[in-house]
């Protein structure tokens, strides 16, 4: 028989909480603020937990991943490159050609305005793209 998994019964929602609980430290403080903007910036937004315990927060595509490692935190937007980010908040991943990413190290702020600005930018690429996304047919 095989065993029940707890993380299989919690919704998303609960594991990036429990995510956040758990970090106990500035890291764990940082990656709430970020939530809190991101759900201020998009009420529909839709949280999920993939890839064995990454955060991601998605609305017609994923927005961004949020992941915590030991002296940074890591915003990456998908299609960070294609956004404009006048703030200069992305300073990782630059080299990319489609992500891009925030590093927050401890006792650092990141600008809400600019922060949230960058959501809904990227909300609406999410959205202007699956507008044009061709419809599939059935044959």
């Known amino acids: ?6 993380v299989e019964n919690r919704s998303a929602s609960a594991l ?12 764990g403080v940082a990656l709430g603020r970020m939530r809190k903007f991101i ?3 998009d009420p529909d937004v839709v949280e999920e937990w993939k890839w064995m315990g990454t955060p991601v ?9 949020g992941e915590s490692y030991k002296k940074v935190v890591k915003l990456t937007f998908a299609k960070g490159a294609s956004l ?6 992305f300073n990782s991943s630059l080299g990319g050609k489609v992500r891009g990413a925030i590093d927050i190290h ?3 702020e990141v600008n ?13 690429f999410n959205s202007a793209g699956r507008a044009k996304a061709p419809k599939k047919t059935k044959q």
């Open 1 to 6: 028989m095989k065993k029940a998994n707890p």
């Open 16 to 27: 990036i909480a429990g995510r956040i609980a758990e970090l106990a430290d500035w890291r």
């Open 39 to 41: 759900k201020e910036s």
């Open 57 to 65: 927060w998605s609305h017609d595509g994923i927005i961004c991943t």
């Open 84 to 89: 404009k980010d006048p703030a200069g908040l």
């Open 106 to 108: 401890e006792g650092q």
């Open 112 to 124: 809400e305005a600019a922060f949230k600005a960058l959501i809904r930018q990227a909300i609406g």
